[in-house]
T-cell receptor
Framework: SQTIHQWPATLVQPVGSPLSLECTVEGTSNPNLYWYRQAAGRGLQLLFY??????ISSEVPQNLSASRPQDRQFILSSKKLLLSDSGFYLCAWSVWDGNTEAFFGQGTRLTVV | GQQVMQIPQYQHVQEGEDFTTYCNSS?????IQWYKQRPGGHPVFLIQLVKSGEVKKQKRLTFQFGEAKKNSSLHITATQTTDVGTYFC???????????FGSGTKLNVKP
């Protein structure tokens, strides 16, 4: 069966520090991978999605970047965090045909102080 | 750009009352999905609708996809405290492997 791992679960980082959140998927090949951000009490904003290794599409201009160094690994990064980067970050995957459900990781709650 | 609007933002009901949340897209969708997020948790898939005018039921939950594939609704009959959470719709876009989520409707059920 397929599983998705996302870590860490919580993170407190100072403003200006770097960020690296990692997400890995097991039990499937060539998944679509997504990073979403959810501000407190708000909806899910699509940040990045990837349909293959090295292929990253950015949805909104921001202080973040994403990389997919391996088929089932998706990394969200920042060189210098801003206060506005605080939120709940969710990684998700779906099969290659986008007409199917997304499976979410447990999420990382990031607080920038 | 692609937008999926969802209303209401919040809904407080007495246990046993019905609840409905609505989604509208600015463009035609390839499919609509519904997710539930419990407080502190991550979104969990409930159902997917693909066909124009499709209606699906899961026990007390009824999901509809509009004829134009631009709107959808989730209706819960006789809510229970276990229904508490935020319900999200997510619209799939033709030829793109991505989903756009609505802003969610947070449901609170008073016992």
């Amino acid at each position: 069966s397929q599983t998705i791992h996302q870590w860490p679960a919580t993170l407190v980082q100072p403003v200006g520090s770097p960020l690296s959140l990692e997400c890995t998927v097991e039990g499937t090949s060539n998944p679509n991978l997504y990073w979403y951000r959810q501000a407190a009490g708000r909806g899910l904003q699509l940040l990045f999605y990837s349909v293959g290794i090295g292929q990253i599409s950015s949805e909104v201009p921001q202080n973040l970047s994403a990389s997919r160094p391996q088929d089932r690994q998706f990394i969200l990064s920042s060189k210098k965090l801003l206060l506005s980067d605080s939120g709940f970050y969710l990684c998700a995957w779906s099969v290659w045909d986008g007409n199917t459900e997304a499976f979410f990781g447990q999420g990382t709650r990031l607080t920038v102080v | 750009g692609q937008q999926v609007m969802q209303i209401p933002q919040y809904q407080h009901v007495q246990e046993g009352e019905d609840f409905t949340t609505y989604c509208n897209s600015s463009t035609t969708l390839s499919n609509i999905q519904w997710y539930k997020q419990r407080p502190g948790g991550h979104p969990v898939f409930l159902i997917q609708l693909v066909k124009s005018g499709e209606v699906k039921k899961q026990k007390r939950l009824t999901f509809q996809f509009g004829e134009a594939k631009k709107n959808s609704s989730l209706h819960i009959t006789a809510t229970q405290t276990t229904d508490v959470g935020t319900y999200f719709c997510a619209g799939g876009v033709y030829n793109f492997n991505k989903f756009y989520f609505g802003s969610g409707t947070k449901l609170n059920v008073k016992p």
